[in-house]
């Protein structure tokens, strides 16, 4: 097909919820470690990576081997049957769970998925009902996770399910007391209490957050803010759900985004670059909560043996090719660039992030902190026409999402700086 005739046959037989980025959007052909290529022989330096899901590279060589490897043996059978891939992939993430406490695994197909059995696990080991999400949130397509999603824009008109309450976000930049960290004595976190005490029966099944937001616009938290929450919340009879959909697998210089705050979480949530493309979500929880879960549970294709025999193969790539210590000192030289485009760019407004997981904030006004979303949709289609992929996010739709593959190098840190550059320039 031509690119033209992928666009109509898209238009035609696609539901028209399915957006696409860009006022012609984009079709891409083939894709190889940090490049795309689109439908007319375009080269784009990719750094979004999918949507902050390729996280070794295109095609990366061994991960496709282990795919092709595993294809050739066995596709599909179902959680009826054991198989090695599974259980491999189930032994590795324990391995390398925080403290190695969390060593049962559920595995599906998708982000909304493993929160879906997130949540599902925090009511029947809490016996408790209610589910702490923060604002600012995505969580997933599902029912449930689009309830728990703090973000109007990822909320259909239907009604939300009842049993979720949204906390205030720790939103430094944009903060909802108008206080100022660290004088604010993080009062975000503390007011947790209250929200417990005045919103729910008293007693939780536990709270779901991203350590970094993705979708909210790579939104950072305080340094202190999960520890003070997550007392409260286990005071409050509630589990810790950290959702690593986007934070895990080493992208922020740790294998997990919550291993920078000081907290074991009882429940993790992965999908995104686990798969580094391939699709599958998983739930690894500390044994006794998983053990909870009493009732009969399937998943046609989760634990598919082509997805974790793909896992295992990221996971070993990250840890061969010492790539949290990379996502650390790379991510550190793009944070300095992007800190000195601020200084050029009154636009930028803000610069937040860790590792490799960097994010803009575009403002009209530094001083009213006024929303850029109409520059930001510029600077997205300049940078495209400069050959670069980035994305967009936040609740205003004003952030600049960075998430490039975590074995790119500072090389390829310099190329995107002067690409950025020359895009910023123009809006
Ligand atoms: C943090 C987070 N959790 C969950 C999800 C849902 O994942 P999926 O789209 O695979 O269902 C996403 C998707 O963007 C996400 O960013």
């Avoid at 028209?16 to 080269?43: M, S, T």
């Avoid at 998925?113 to 999400?133: C, K, M, Q, V």
Wanted: aromatic share 8%.
């Amino acid at each position: 097909m031509t690119r033209n005739e992928i666009l109509l046959a898209g238009k035609e037989f696609l539901f028209p919820a399915v957006f696409h980025y860009f006022e012609e959007p984009l079709v891409i052909e083939k894709g190889q470690d940090q490049y795309v290529w689109d439908a007319d022989g375009n080269q784009f330096l990719d750094f979004f990576g999918g949507i902050v899901t390729v996280s070794v590279g295109h095609c990366n060589e061994t991960v496709t081997k282990a795919i092709h490897d595993q294809v050739d043996k066995l596709v599909h059978v179902s959680t009826l049957y054991p198989t090695e891939p599974q259980v491999a992939l189930a032994k590795r993430i324990a391995e390398i769970s925080p403290g190695g406490e969390l060593t049962k695994s559920f595995f599906t197909n998708s982000g909304s998925e493993a929160n879906e059995t997130a949540i599902a696990l925090a009511r029947i080991h809490t016996g408790n009902s209610d589910i702490i999400a923060l604002r600012h949130s995505y969580h997933g397509r599902t029912e449930s996770t689009r309830s728990m999603t703090g973000n109007s824009h990822w909320r259909t008109p239907l009604p939300a399910q009842s049993g979720f309450v949204h906390a205030h976000n720790a939103y430094c930049y944009r903060c909802p007391f108008g206080l100022e960290y660290p004088s604010c004595e993080v009062r975000c976190a503390t007011d947790v209490k209250e929200l417990i005490e005045t919103t729910t029966s008293g007693a939780v099944a536990g709270m779901i957050a991203e350590p970094i937001q993705g979708i909210g616009g790579f939104v950072t938290p305080p340094k202190e803010y999960f520890e003070i929450v997550s007392k409260i919340v286990r005071e409050h009879g509630g589990i810790i759900i950290s959702d690593e959909v986007q934070t895990g697998w080493g992208r922020t210089g740790k294998w997990f985004g919550m291993d920078h705050y000081g907290v074991t979480p009882d429940v993790m949530t992965f999908a995104k670059g686990l798969g580094n493309g391939m699709p599958i979500g998983a739930t690894t929880a500390r044994p006794e909560i998983a053990d909870s879960m009493q009732y009969l549970t399937l998943s046609t294709f989760g634990g598919n043996p082509v997805a974790t025999a793909a896992a295992k193969a990221v996971i070993d790539f990250v840890e061969d090719q010492n790539l949290l210590a990379n996502c650390e000192e790379v991510g550190a030289y793009l944070r300095a660039g992007l800190e000195e485009l601020q200084q050029r760019y009154p636009v930028i407004g803000d610069v937040r992030g860790m590792g490799l997981m960097q994010a803009l904030e575009l403002v009209e006004d530094r001083e009213t902190k006024e929303p850029a979303p109409g520059r930001t949709k510029a600077l997205l289609e300049a940078a495209r026409k400069n050959g670069l992929l980035i994305g967009a996010g936040g609740l205003y739709g004003n952030a600049i999402r960075i998430s490039p593959p975590m074995n790119i190098a500072k090389s390829d840190v310099d190329e995107f700086l002067r690409l950025l550059d020359a895009s910023l320039a123009g809006v």
